[in-house]
């Protein structure tokens, strides 16, 4: 599976009702071109790559740098999809908050009309949304899973969680076409910005200096990001080396309830030595025996199985990691599931049409209602001569290079 994050400061606010109008036109118009020249599965690629994704927001006019980027660019494509249907080339479900638990319905209705592997799909949104809640703790909570798919039962997922201690939001993307295992190291392709406070210099020479170089280092000016971390707060259960973790986690799930309690009930040496900070609300025994009661009713006969029960979440695996460690010595790892990336090219596509709150500079309406007028109309040629798309999209290209002149 490819997965990958991105890290954006938590900010408040949302996109006008003028700009969010052209933006899911001009969303959609982007998102149907990109299928007519290159298939559904091409869409959903660039919507799994982070760097692409922050340049599509940054082409719809939001801020570069926003949490809000990501519920909103997904937000557009929803809409897009609302008003288009299935013309728009993939299917849009999902949203932020009690809107996101609304997912599996959508995409089993849309299954329903359209014939597809509904049941996989939905495994597939939850699978991951439980992944990222409850595998991978990481500090940051999931309030957003945006679920995107194709006629042909290909999928991603675009989800995000908060951070209130530092500020800032992570975005998680999934890729169903190079899926693996949902729970045994899917973070090969994981990134996040290395934390620097002043990158001017490398964002003048990337842009080969001048007016426009200039410009785009300030972009970067005052920017933080957190560190990757390793620490006793973090789990990452999806791990290469957290094989036997899962592996004895799942077998402690067959155990009687009864007899895991007992030693959790033991007193707090097996639960908190010097080592092994663990907080009180960490482990509830009342909660964790009727969850622990229906894993051992279902027997999960592996980590995805036990993931997928019903009721289990963070507290539950912690506690199973916890308790697997110190019975069978089988360290919980401990590493973030974020490498290193620089945000290079994203910002520059704010140039496109500028930005909601005035940076690089205010949205220049004309530009983007020209943008969308041209769009539209390489999709109706594309669509009404399919022998001259490639016509269509090479004057379009023609005239963006223009504009960049």
């Not at 973070?187 to 290395?194: D, I, Q």
Request: net charge positive; hydrophobic share 35%.
């Amino acid at each position: 599976m490819q997965r990958r994050t991105a890290h954006l400061p938590l900010h408040g606010g949302k996109a006008p009702s003028w700009l969010f109008e052209r933006m899911h036109r001009m969303a959609g118009s982007i998102v149907q071109l990109i299928v007519e020249d290159a298939g559904p599965g091409e869409m959903l690629n660039r919507l799994a790559d982070p760097l692409w994704f922050q340049a599509f927001g940054c082409v719809l006019g939001f801020d570069w740098h926003s949490s809000g980027l990501t519920t909103v660019t997904c937000g557009a494509v929803a809409e897009a999809y609302r008003r288009l249907g299935p013309d728009l080339g993939i299917h849009a479900a999902g949203g932020k908050g009690g809107a996101s638990r609304k997912t599996p319905e959508q995409v089993a209705r849309i299954a329903d009309r359209r014939g597809l592997e509904g049941d996989k799909l939905i495994y597939a949104s939850r699978m991951s949304a439980k992944v990222d809640s409850a595998a991978v703790q990481d500090g940051y909570q999931i309030y957003t899973h945006h679920f995107f798919f194709s006629d042909d039962n290909n999928w991603c997922v675009v989800q995000q969680g908060m951070n209130d201690a530092n500020g800032y939001a992570r975005r998680y993307h999934w890729l169903g076409s190079t899926l693996d295992s949902f729970v045994c190291e899917p973070h090969s392709g994981v990134m996040s910005p290395e934390a620097k406070t002043d990158r001017r210099g490398d964002a003048g020479t990337r842009r080969g200096g001048g007016k426009d170089g200039a410009a785009a280092a300030d972009l970067f000016t005052s920017v933080t990001e957190p560190r990757a971390e390793k620490s006793a707060d973090l789990l990452n259960m999806v791990a290469a080396e957290a094989e036997r973790s899962r592996e004895r986690s799942t077998e402690l799930a067959r155990v009687q309830p009864e007899r895991l309690l007992r030693e959790i009930s033991a007193g707090p040496s097996l639960f908190m030595p010097r080592h092994h900070p663990v907080l009180p609300k960490d482990i509830n025994p009342v909660r964790l025996g009727r969850v622990l009661r229906l894993a051992y009713e279902r027997q999960p006969g592996d980590f995805e199985a036990l993931l997928g029960t019903p009721g289990v979440g963070p507290s539950t695996i912690r506690s199973l990691a916890l308790i697997a460690e110190l019975v069978y010595g089988e360290p919980a790892c401990r590493r973030d599931i974020t490498k290193r990336w620089t945000p290079a090219d994203p910002p520059t596509f704010s140039y496109a049409h500028g930005g909601k709150d005035g940076f690089p500079f205010p949205v220049d309406r004309t530009t983007y209602d020209r943008s969308i007028s041209l769009l539209e109309s390489a999709v109706r040629r594309a669509r009404i001569d399919p022998q001259g798309k490639d016509q269509a999209l090479f004057r379009l290209s023609g005239w963006l290079a223009g504009t960049r002149k």
